[in-house]
């Protein structure tokens, strides 16, 4: 749910990063905040456990530019990607305004790429969303693995609503601002046809 | 789809006002007014060396958390949430059904002066938030009408 201040003259929205457990949700909010100017920026806050894997959630706030003399402030989640964690998933998900689905191109993690999105649909449809109708984009992350499945293979499998898409290296940056800049343009899109 | 909400000048006003009465009231450090989102709406008091949009988004996290605990016992939520430090203590409460009401107080002032001047803001607030929900209803007021596709080129890039 996006949230419009008049007095303080912003635009807040909620964009979530899903996905499979290590597909590379984190390293995409890292590599954002890493390469994003300190006025654009707030603290990136990680809700991690000891051995690094995100255990609530990890949270960005960013800023965009100015629209209409409006500021936009995107607030970005990433959500535990392991199958354990559902419970949490389903909280931040709460008011989102658009998600990235980030899917894992190896071979191995093709299965754990259609449980997390069919998990996905699940939990936005507790929440009364649906991802048909909810701004969202796809990003093939690992495209640099000797594994990688195919593209048009993975595109055929997680893309059925023909989203945006984009490949992905996130470790190098390679996808991870053009992801973001094609949710956040469709969330905004969204927001204007008056939802 | 939970619908966009809005808040204007007027509502932004009173809520500011409650947080600065309850603040006085309470004796408190800090008052901080969220949604149930993360997104900051109001803050009264000391909040200059306070990562305030930080808090925001945990607040919203622990508060979602212990409402999903909550659930799992069999109750409809628990209202309020306290944490006690040395030196600072935070209090959490569901004000409406959207936002979260953020006290961070000291030892210049109580839990039970807390919860009691909690008590009289909550009603404002309320009222504050009643008032923009209705306006927020009024899809014609959103500045996002006006926006064009070259609005959005501009903002992103024409890629």
Do not use: W
């Not at chain 1, 051995?51 to 607030?75: C, N, Q, V, Y």
């Amino acid at each position: 749910m996006s949230f419009i201040n008049y007095s303080s003259r912003e635009i807040n929205c909620k964009i979530v990063y899903y996905g499979p457990g290590l597909c590379g949700k984190t390293t995409n909010l890292q590599h954002i905040y890493d390469n994003t100017n300190p006025d654009a920026k707030g603290k990136m806050i990680s809700l991690e456990t000891e051995t690094e894997r995100t255990l609530f959630f990890d949270f960005l706030p960013l800023s965009l530019g100015e629209i209409r003399g409006f500021k936009t402030r995107f607030h970005l989640y990433t959500v535990p990607g392991q199958i354990f964690y559902n419970a949490s998933r389903k909280l931040i998900l709460k008011g989102v305004d658009g998600v990235v689905f980030v899917a894992d191109s190896q071979v191995d993690r093709y299965d754990a790429n259609l449980e997390s999105l069919e998990n996905l649909r699940e939990n936005l449809d507790e929440q009364g969303y649906d991802l048909d109708h909810l701004p969202h984009v796809i990003q093939y992350n690992k495209r640099d693995m000797p594994n990688a499945v195919d593209l048009d293979f993975l595109r055929q499998a997680l893309n059925t609503n023909h989203v945006p898409d984009f490949e992905a290296v996130a470790t190098s940056g390679d996808g991870v601002f053009e992801t973001l800049k094609a949710v956040a343009k469709r969330v905004l899109v969204e927001l204007k046809k008056g939802n | 789809m939970t619908p966009q909400f809005v808040l204007h000048e007027e509502e932004f006003d009173a809520l500011m006002m409650a947080c600065g009465d309850l603040l006085r009231d309470a004796c408190a450090k800090a008052v901080i007014l969220i949604d149930k989102n993360g997104q900051l709406l109001a803050a009264s008091g000391d909040t200059s060396e306070l990562d305030a949009t930080s808090l925001a988004s945990l607040t919203a996290g622990n508060m979602a958390a212990t409402e999903g605990l909550a659930k799992l016992v069999g109750e409809e939520g628990f209202g309020h949430l306290f944490h006690q430090g040395q030196n600072e203590n935070i209090h959490i409460s569901s004000v409406s059904e959207r936002l979260l009401l953020v006290i961070i107080f000291d030892e210049r002032s109580s839990l039970g002066l807390v919860r009691l001047r909690l008590k009289q803001a909550k009603s404002h607030i309320e009222a504050a938030i009643a008032r923009a929900e209705k306006r927020s209803e009024d899809v014609a007021g959103s500045p996002l009408d006006e926006i064009t596709d070259e609005d959005l080129d501009s903002l992103f890039g024409k890629d």
